[in-house]
């Protein structure tokens, strides 16, 4: 046995569980949710470059944080704010905790997952907060870019574009180019965040009724 194999050989490899690789298994689950409910997660999953998935998991997989929402909503109805069916594909881990507590405590499973979205409210704020901070910054880039290719013109009509001059400043304005254009394609996808009101979906969660 050569000297790889006998490594091979003494390699002891964790077991998996059955259950816990079923646990991950993708299953599609539907709910009746606020639009607020649903934008929030599409928000926040799509600015922080994340699946729905991960985030869905993340917000209703642990059974305990489930149990101390529920415990809030035992017996609660929802009130009649408009819903739509929306299917999410999520671990069947996360199903089955979410179905586990809702029988449990006799809270609806639409409202444990709007409460648990209620979670991700401090991080839109903040991330709220950073996009109004980006829009100004990005105001001073813009005028720092547009100096730059006035400055650009203004070597060229003086020295001419063969000039080694232009030619390095030229180099720079175009990476210059690529990155503002790669920026304004990021603040135009935060526009998402921006225009989300956060007061809706407070006001939904605190209408909920025993």
Request: with cysteine; net charge positive.
């Amino acid at each position: 046995m050569n000297d790889r194999n006998k490594w091979t050989a003494n390699l002891s490899l964790p077991r998996a569980r059955t259950s816990e690789l079923r646990g991950r298994q993708s299953v599609r689950a539907t709910f009746k949710l606020t639009e607020a409910c649903i934008d929030a997660i599409s928000i926040v999953a799509a600015h922080l470059g994340i699946k729905q998935k991960s985030l869905f998991d993340h917000l209703v997989e642990d059974v305990n944080t489930l149990n101390s929402i529920a415990g809030e909503l035992r017996n609660v109805s929802l009130r009649r704010f408009s819903r739509v069916q929306k299917t999410y594909v999520i671990s069947r881990k996360s199903l089955s905790s979410l179905d586990e507590v809702s029988r449990a405590h006799n809270a609806p499973r639409d409202a444990l997952v709007e409460y648990s979205v209620q979670r991700l409210l401090p991080l839109i704020i903040n991330e709220q907060e950073k996009h109004a901070a980006r829009k100004n910054i990005m105001a001073d880039i813009t005028r720092h870019f547009n100096d730059g290719r006035i400055l650009l013109g203004r070597l060229e009509k003086v020295l001419g574009n063969e000039d080694p001059l232009w030619g390095k400043l030229e180099t720079l304005m175009s990476h210059y180019r690529n990155t503002y254009g790669g920026m304004l394609d990021f603040m135009e996808r935060g526009k998402t965040i921006e225009e989300f009101q956060p007061e809706m979906l407070r006001r939904i969660l605190s209408t909920h009724e025993k």
